[in-house]
């Protein structure tokens, strides 16, 4: 039976300028979650901090959240907020700032929680609100953190990334301003965007895919295609960024309803043994795992249909591969990892935590070991 769908938290805001609507918030003390020092160069942290007093809030700023935020990072916010008393919470920047921002804001509300188990199953996810809402600002266009309901969070002494969903961690008001993410690097620029991609490219062939999910993912899937080699090599065109930002919440807005699927599960198991970037990942994996799932009818229709839709009949696999070559992203694995011993040692592992990834069994065929293997092979060898 089909899941209710859940379309971003109360209110939705893009478009260029749009970081004012801070100037309208209610509140009296906000605690901004940030990353490393580009939203304070950027003078976007500034910005903020100044909207936010135009409101009469005040605010304090939680800053250097790594890139794959540590479960010890989020229990260091929660700390600052106990102290702090925020009630409104902020997450600004990337992914990793979001999800930690959202993380954070579970334990700030719940004093009792002192583990990360404390969030996983069989225990009941806990209710929020009581004491802040959640906003969030992204600065790249990729995760989409600002309109789902699921968090990555890094254990720290085994390094393992658990992923978390739950509605309550939907945040109650994105704020999608391209101007936000203008100053993000060509590099960065380029493997969000492909996080995008794949995120659209596996709702779109999910097994939960629904009417709604299929035209977010298909608009999604299109602007990505036409506007990330223009973002990537013009960064400072506001109207690439925008379509970019606006492509990225929108595929979002498909994923956080009807999951995800194996492109997510290899990546999620590679990022925790190997330590590479989330979107790298996923755009050296995308193809491969588009010509597996081309063995189902229902995918391969999708695929067709839009690579028609696209570039008038060439197959979508190759419009990715190409997409990947014109924003630099490497064809294979073997470029990431160069000790293919240590890959090859892993092998059994990483077939296990894929299989045991959440966003397997939505994938539109569940592998098999082998077929894992195989794909893992492929993709890094470089094989069809
Ligand atoms: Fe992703």
Same mark, same amino acid.
């Given at each position: 039976?089909?899941?209710?769908? =859940?379309?971003?938290?109360?209110?939705?805001m893009?478009?260029?300028?749009?970081?004012?609507?801070?100037?309208?918030?209610?509140?009296?003390?906000?605690?901004?979650?940030?990353?490393?020092?580009?939203?304070?160069?950027?003078?976007?942290?500034?910005?903020?901090?100044?909207?936010?007093?135009?409101?009469?809030?005040?605010?304090?700023?939680?800053?250097?959240?790594?890139p794959?935020?540590?479960?010890?990072?989020?229990?260091?916010?929660? $700390?600052?907020?106990?102290?702090?008393?925020?009630?409104?919470? @902020?997450?600004?920047g990337?992914g990793s700032?979001?999800?930690?921002?959202?993380a954070?804001?579970?334990?700030?509300?719940?004093?009792?929680?002192?583990?990360?188990?404390?969030?996983?199953?069989?225990?009941?996810?806990?209710?929020?609100?009581?004491?802040?809402?959640?906003?969030? @600002?992204?600065?790249?266009?990729?995760?989409?953190?600002?309109?789902?309901?699921?968090?990555?969070?890094?254990?720290?002494?085994?390094h393992?990334?658990?992923?978390v969903? $739950?509605?309550?961690?939907?945040?109650d008001?994105? @704020?999608?301003?391209?101007?936000?993410?203008a100053?993000m690097?060509?590099?960065?620029?380029?493997?969000?965007?492909?996080?995008a991609l794949?995120?659209?490219?596996?709702?779109?062939?999910?097994?939960?895919?629904n *009417?709604?999910?299929?035209?977010?993912?298909?608009?999604?899937?299109?602007?990505?295609v036409q506007?990330?080699? =223009?973002?990537?090599?013009?960064?400072?065109?506001?109207?690439?960024?925008e379509?970019?930002?606006?492509?990225?919440?929108t595929?979002?807005l498909?994923?956080?309803?009807v999951s995800l699927?194996?492109v997510?599960?290899?990546?999620?198991?590679?990022g925790?043994?190997f330590?590479l970037?989330?979107?790298?990942?996923?755009?050296?994996?995308l193809?491969?795992?588009?010509e597996?799932?081309s063995?189902?009818?229902?995918?391969r229709e999708k695929?067709?249909?839009?690579a028609?839709?696209?570039k008038?009949?060439s197959?979508?696999?190759s419009?990715?591969?190409?997409?990947?070559?014109?924003? $630099?992203?490497?064809?294979?694995?073997?470029?990431? @990892?160069?000790?293919?011993?240590?890959?090859?040692?892993k092998?059994?592992?990483?077939?296990?935590?894929?299989?045991?990834?959440?966003?397997t =069994?939505t994938?539109?065929?569940?592998?098999?070991?082998?077929e894992l293997?195989?794909?893992?092979? *492929?993709?890094?060898?470089?094989?069809?």
């Amino acid at each position: 039976m089909m899941r209710p769908m =859940k379309l971003a938290g109360s209110q939705l805001m893009f478009g260029e300028g749009c970081l004012e609507h801070l100037k309208t918030l209610k509140g009296s003390k906000a605690m901004i979650v940030t990353g490393g020092s580009s939203m304070r160069k950027s003078g976007i942290l500034q910005k903020v901090i100044d909207y936010l007093k135009e409101a009469n809030i005040e605010s304090d700023v939680f800053s250097g959240v790594e890139p794959d935020p540590l479960f010890s990072t989020v229990i260091n916010g929660a $700390n600052k907020m106990k102290e702090y008393g925020p009630d409104i919470i @902020i997450g600004l920047g990337g992914g990793s700032a979001m999800d930690a921002a959202k993380a954070m804001w579970i334990y700030y509300e719940n004093e009792e929680f002192k583990t990360l188990q404390d969030i996983l199953p069989p225990n009941e996810f806990p209710k929020l609100r009581e004491k802040a809402y959640l906003v969030c @600002i992204p600065s790249t266009s990729g995760s989409a953190s600002e309109v789902s309901r699921s968090i990555v969070i890094t254990e720290d002494a085994t390094h393992t990334k658990f992923g978390v969903g $739950n509605m309550e961690m939907m945040p109650d008001i994105a @704020i999608c301003d391209p101007l936000v993410t203008a100053t993000m690097p060509g590099k960065i620029t380029a493997e969000t965007g492909m996080d995008a991609l794949t995120h659209a490219l596996e709702a779109l062939v999910s097994k939960r895919a629904n *009417y709604l999910s299929d035209i977010f993912s298909q608009a999604a899937i299109k602007d990505i295609v036409q506007y990330l080699p =223009k973002a990537f090599e013009d960064g400072e065109n506001l109207e690439y960024r925008e379509k970019m930002l606006n492509a990225s919440f929108t595929a979002g807005l498909a994923f956080t309803n009807v999951s995800l699927g194996i492109v997510h599960s290899m990546a999620h198991t590679l990022g925790s043994l190997f330590g590479l970037a989330h979107g790298l990942l996923d755009a050296v994996l995308l193809p491969y795992v588009m010509e597996f799932n081309s063995k189902d009818g229902n995918a391969r229709e999708k695929y067709n249909k839009i690579a028609t839709e696209i570039k008038g009949g060439s197959d979508l696999v190759s419009i990715v591969k190409e997409l990947n070559n014109e924003v $630099n992203i490497p064809a294979c694995l073997s470029e990431l @990892i160069p000790d293919d011993k240590s890959f090859n040692e892993k092998m059994e592992l990483m077939i296990d935590m894929a299989l045991a990834d959440g966003c397997t =069994k939505t994938n539109p065929i569940i592998p098999t070991r082998d077929e894992l293997r195989d794909l893992y092979l *492929y993709a890094y060898n470089g094989r069809r």
